[in-house]
């Protein structure tokens, strides 16, 4: 029925403590009055207006914001109403950047297995979560999927983290060998994995290396960001920290904080000035692309994050957690891995912890995980397949930017309750 702050409430005056904002969405946590304020104002102006005739004040507004944000020549912005539609935004961007450049012949997207980039069909075809992708095969587009860069599961024994981030990038190279380089347009990578293995970040060094072989090659490099950035793990884009700069990154989630729906594609300065003195414009549009109202809530919220300084937050939280889930579950036998960046961060849940063995999926742990804590009165984001696409459980942790240490504790308290109340004993 409502929301505040850190907890939603429903129609019986039920508590829930939302730790995982949806699906990492809320990153304000519910009914922060400024940003209500600021879509009150907005659609008793202005409500909707369609970009084949006009632009608005709002959405130049918040792309000179995404551009001042944004690292590198990133700034250039395309408005979309969600994560999907801005995959499916980038990679329609992709395909025309090639053919501006009279390179007919590539045609090819290189994705990663264990990947989730939205549910529309080309988003879908880019990602690597097997069990989304089988009902609606035959209609996907041919998509090849390479390793993922996850140290927990595939990392060889006495590998060091460089090591095999530089084994795990170079499975790129290969498959764009064996294909033809020639003939890929794109790499779509998440920049720290969320929903499909639980917010897997990548090892140093992994993306500087990813990088240089799409440059190597003419690929474009495609960052989903979607769910990792607009702050979530401590810097607007997360790849910041990784030192690169992708061709095209997607935006979503906590670029509006849940308050109205909005994604962004923003691509480089090169690529946009390829269509723009090319054939003019991209062939692409939606009927809500820049919505009035959506960039308004949009642009308040990315000014609370900066007038009350919660990237910073977003650190030192982050920090605050890992610590509290470490000391809690860092030696529990069912606790494999804790991991992630920022306020993106998870636990992978194992049968047996020396072996990594998951749990026979069966068993679907991450589902009672889900349903025993939702009866305690917390909200987390679980997942299923995390170790191969079918077997594997984790519980991703994504809670709202200005969450209170007190808050922190709090989660912590009732995950372990939960993790107890569901394991084998």
């Known amino acids: 029925m409502r929301g505040e702050g850190i907890y939603l409430i429903d129609a019986d005056g039920r508590r829930y403590v939302d730790a995982c904002g949806g699906a990492a969405v809320s990153c304000l946590g519910h009914g922060h009055p400024k940003v209500a304020a600021a879509i009150a104002e907005q659609a008793a102006r202005l409500e909707y207006v369609h970009t084949g005739f006009f632009t608005t004040a709002e959405a130049e507004e918040l792309a000179e914001l995404i551009?001042?944000?944004?690292?590198?020549?990133?700034?250039?912005?395309?408005?979309?109403s969600s994560g999907s539609e801005a995959i499916e935004a980038a990679l329609k961007l992709a395909r025309q950047y090639h053919l501006e450049r009279g390179d007919e012949r590539r045609t090819r997207v290189v994705a990663r297995r264990l990947s989730y980039h939205g549910n529309t069909l080309g988003a879908l075809a880019a990602g690597?979560?097997?069990?989304?992708?089988?009902?609606?095969?035959?209609?996907?587009?041919?998509v090849s999927l390479v390793d993922p860069c996850f140290e927990y599961r595939f990392a060889e024994p006495g590998e060091s983290p460089e090591d095999y981030g530089r084994r795990?990038?170079?499975?790129?190279?290969?498959?764009?060998?064996?294909?033809?380089?020639?003939?890929?347009?794109?790499?779509?990578?998440?920049?720290?994995?969320?929903?499909?293995?639980?917010?897997?970040?990548?090892?140093?060094?992994y993306l500087q290396r990813v990088r240089e072989i799409c440059d190597r090659h003419g690929v474009l490099l495609?960052?989903?960001?979607?769910?990792?950035?607009?702050?979530?793990?401590?810097?607007?884009?997360?790849?910041?920290?990784?030192?690169?700069?992708?061709?095209?990154?997607?935006?979503?989630?906590?670029?509006?904080?849940?308050?109205?729906?909005?994604?962004?594609?923003?691509?480089?300065?090169?690529?946009?000035?390829?269509?723009?003195?090319?054939?003019?414009?991209?062939?692409?549009?939606?009927?809500?692309?820049?919505?009035?109202?959506?960039?308004?809530?949009?642009?308040?919220?990315?000014?609370?994050?900066?007038?009350?300084?919660?990237?910073?937050?977003?650190?030192?939280?982050?920090?605050?957690?890992?610590?509290?889930?470490?000391?809690?579950?860092?030696?529990?036998?069912?606790?494999?891995?804790?991991?992630?960046?920022?306020?993106?961060?998870?636990?992978?849940?194992?049968?047996?912890?020396?072996?990594?063995?998951?749990?026979?999926?069966?068993?679907?742990?991450?589902?009672?995980?889900?349903?025993?804590?939702?009866?305690?009165?917390?909200?987390?984001?679980?997942?299923?397949?995390?170790?191969?696409g079918r077997l594997g459980d984790h519980i991703l942790l994504a809670p709202p930017y200005n969450v209170t240490n007190e808050e922190l504790e709090m989660i912590v308290d009732m995950l372990s309750d939960t993790l107890e109340a569901i394991l084998p004993a």
């Open 67 to 80: 551009a001042e944000l944004s690292p590198g020549g990133l700034d250039r912005v395309w408005f979309t």
């Open 168 to 205: 795990a990038a170079d499975s790129l190279e290969q498959e764009l060998v064996r294909l033809g380089p020639e003939t890929i347009m794109a790499f779509v990578a998440e920049t720290v994995v969320g929903a499909t293995a639980g917010a897997v970040p990548p090892v140093p060094n």
């Open 222 to 388: 495609i960052l989903d960001e979607v769910m990792c950035g607009s702050g979530r793990t401590g810097t607007f884009l997360s790849c910041e920290q990784d030192g690169i700069v992708p061709d095209i990154v997607t935006l979503g989630k906590g670029l509006g904080a849940g308050y109205q729906p909005i994604g962004a594609v923003v691509c480089t300065r090169d690529v946009y000035q390829t269509v723009a003195h090319g054939s003019g414009a991209l062939k692409h549009g939606q009927t809500y692309n820049a919505h009035p109202v959506g960039c308004a809530a949009a642009l308040a919220v990315q000014r609370v994050i900066e007038d009350e300084g919660l990237l910073g937050r977003v650190g030192a939280a982050g920090e605050r957690l890992q610590a509290l889930l470490t000391e809690r579950f860092g030696d529990h036998r069912n606790v494999g891995d804790i991991r992630g960046r920022g306020l993106l961060l998870a636990l992978e849940l194992v049968e047996d912890r020396a072996t990594k063995l998951p749990f026979d999926a069966a068993f679907r742990l991450h589902e009672r995980a889900k349903a025993e804590a939702f009866a305690r009165g917390l909200l987390i984001y679980p997942g299923g397949g995390t170790a191969d």
């Open 128 to 142: 690597g979560s097997a069990w989304r992708r089988a009902p609606y095969q035959p209609l996907l587009i041919d």
